[in-house]
């Protein structure tokens, strides 16, 4: 079956590891994709650029005639193809831009709908929506093997903190994607990813790649208070990359509601930022704290069991694993 993939957001972590893991070996597939460069740069494309298979737009979300433009090339490709599947990867996504409510609801919320739109518009078959962890807010944990994706939230609210605006922002996204699946127009689901990193990341305030370059540039990290309790699970842009994959490959499980997508490897930021060091050789880290974040959980745990019992998606590349990558490519690129 020939497919034709539309991704807004591609040169970012899930977005550019789409491209490698679609046009592997024969793959008759086809990309085409988008990014404005917010976060991310055509870098992390680099081994696809000259394929054929792929074409890229530096085209923005919320730009009208660049959107009109795109979709007029789906809409040529299209016939050539079997099926057609959106995967809306562009957000304003980083921590510190959460509490900008404006920012994240132009890209996050309108541009998330408008991309829904247009892929009904054009009759694709499929709509990934990229959601997130973040909507489980205070309560993102529990003893019993994680938070479900049908627990109730408890959610902070503009009485604690902004921040939680691009979590309400994103829940919101879930409902759009309901309403298009439940109403036959479009088969689709929304992912809560839960701390996508990748080797390839440049967003420095990002807790890996920050943890790594203050040591590597300043010997020491400094961390927010927060980070004495807190606990987090970390995963690898391979397997949010790989989940969207399992479930746009398989249809039944494209019923407009929500999958977790996380690890179960939890890890304190005092002992990260201590498993960075030593996988750096620096004995005795320096490492400090300042600052306060508040509505931030001490832990955020997921069940998974959805998606692996529907899928049989399983992460494959566990923390060692990955921050070895981070770590060997964020010194190479010292050098
Ligand atoms: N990174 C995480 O920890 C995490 C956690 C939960 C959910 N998510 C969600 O997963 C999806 C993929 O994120 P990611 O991890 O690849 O993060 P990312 O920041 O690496 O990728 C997002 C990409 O969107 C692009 N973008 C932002 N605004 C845009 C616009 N207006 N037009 C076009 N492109 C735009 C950025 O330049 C970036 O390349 C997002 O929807 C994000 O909200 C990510």
Request: hydrophobic letters at 35%; one cysteine or more; proline letters at 2%.
């Amino acid at each position: 079956m020939k497919k034709l993939y539309a991704i807004s957001g591609v040169t970012g972590m899930t977005g550019n590891e789409l491209v490698r893991q679609i046009l592997v070996d024969e793959s008759t597939d086809h990309i085409l994709g988008f990014d404005n460069f917010y976060a991310s740069s055509i870098e992390t494309v680099f081994d696809h650029i000259q394929d054929e298979r792929f074409e890229f737009f530096e085209y923005d979300l919320n730009n009208k005639e660049q959107m009109q433009d795109f979709e007029d090339r789906v809409k040529e490709l299209s016939p050539s193809y079997d099926e057609v599947i959106y995967i809306n990867c562009a957000a304003v996504v980083h921590t510190e831009h959460f509490y900008h409510v404006y920012e994240t609801f132009e890209t996050n919320v309108e541009g998330m709908n408008e991309f829904l739109q247009q892929a009904i518009r054009v009759g694709a078959h499929k709509y990934i929506n990229c959601s997130t962890s973040e909507v489980y807010s205070m309560n993102s944990w529990n003893d019993n093997g994680g938070v479900k994706e049908n627990d109730y939230l408890t959610i902070s609210v503009a009485e604690h903190s902004q921040r939680t605006s691009y979590a309400t922002g994103k829940l919101l996204t879930e409902f759009f994607m309901k309403d298009a699946v439940d109403k036959g127009k479009i088969k689709g689901c929304s992912i809560r990813f839960a701390n996508v990193y990748s080797k390839d990341e440049r967003y420095p305030k990002h807790i890996i790649p920050f943890i790594i370059n203050s040591f590597r540039d300043n010997g020491k990290v400094v961390l927010l208070e927060n980070s004495r309790k807190n606990k987090r699970t970390f995963l690898n842009n391979y397997d949010s990359c790989s989940a969207v994959l399992a479930l746009t490959n398989t249809e039944s499980a494209l019923d407009g509601t929500v999958y977790n997508v996380a690890t179960d490897e939890e890890i304190s930021i005092i002992d990260l930022a201590k498993l960075c060091a030593k996988k750096m050789h620096i004995e005795d880290p320096k490492i400090e704290f300042e600052g306060f974040r508040t509505a931030d959980p001490e832990r955020r745990l997921l069940s998974t069991e959805k998606i692996r019992t529907r899928t049989g998606w399983r992460p494959q590349v566990d923390l060692e694993k990955g921050l070895n990558e981070c770590i060997e490519n964020y010194l190479l690129e010292k050098n």
